[in-house]
């Protein structure tokens, strides 16, 4: 039998397992992150080949995911423009409600304020606003469907900004919004989405003419 000298030498010889200090990730953070990267593949690639003819393979390879862990959170791709669609949407949302509010003065300040944060939103991200802006409009049937929704939601947060005139017609929000979103929607189509913060002028006296014109 060895002596417990030699053993103990042994054990001073071997080398320490090394610990890292560096605390795991939580799970969930994880799976956010690669959900994430998902949904920004897609976005790229519809916005580079259209979203017909981005397949689940593109979609994993660009997002640096096993397909497994795409089915793992998504039933699909449709699944997956729908989620980064609803993403983006609340945070453009979000970021026009601000936009308006932190305008100080009156409804013509916050107007601009809105639409210079849409603007801002669209100039920073351009492949996710063309996949919200042009592609969902004929992806699929599900795809259209939510871009009527984000907009009946910008009518409505539109309502709230503008001044009350009976002289003007109850769709006069509607009729603003959707003006606003064509012109955007060309800017994009051309491939100037980078330069949407341009149309903050012509967009600003857009909006505030009908009223300023029955004033």
Request: net charge negative.
């Amino acid at each position: 039998m060895p002596s417990r000298g030699k053993e103990k030498a042994r054990e001073r010889q071997a080398p320490k397992r090394a610990t890292s200090s560096r605390p795991a990730l939580p799970r969930e953070f994880i799976a956010l992150h690669k959900q994430r990267r998902i949904m920004d593949a897609l976005a790229e690639l519809t916005a580079e080949q259209g979203y017909d003819a981005t397949k689940i393979s593109d979609i994993v390879r660009r997002a640096g995911v096993a397909r497994k862990t795409l089915y793992d959170n998504f039933e699909g791709k449709e699944e997956v423009f729908l989620a980064a669609f609803d993403a983006a949407r609340d945070e453009v949302l979000r970021r026009v409600e601000e936009g308006g509010t932190d305008s100080e003065g009156d409804w013509p300040e916050r107007v601009e304020g809105g639409l210079a944060a849409f603007l801002g939103f669209v100039a920073e991200q351009p492949t996710v606003a063309r996949m919200c802006m042009i592609e969902a409009l004929s992806a699929t049937p599900a795809t259209t469907k939510r871009y009527e929704e984000a907009l009946e939601a910008f009518v409505a947060l539109t309502r709230q900004a503008l001044p009350k005139d009976e002289r003007l017609p109850d769709t006069i929000a509607e009729t603003l919004v959707g003006g606003v979103a064509w012109i955007v929607y060309r800017q994009i189509r051309r491939g100037d989405a980078e330069q949407a913060g341009d149309l903050l002028p012509e967009l600003t006296e857009f909006m505030m003419a009908p009223y300023l014109t029955s004033a």
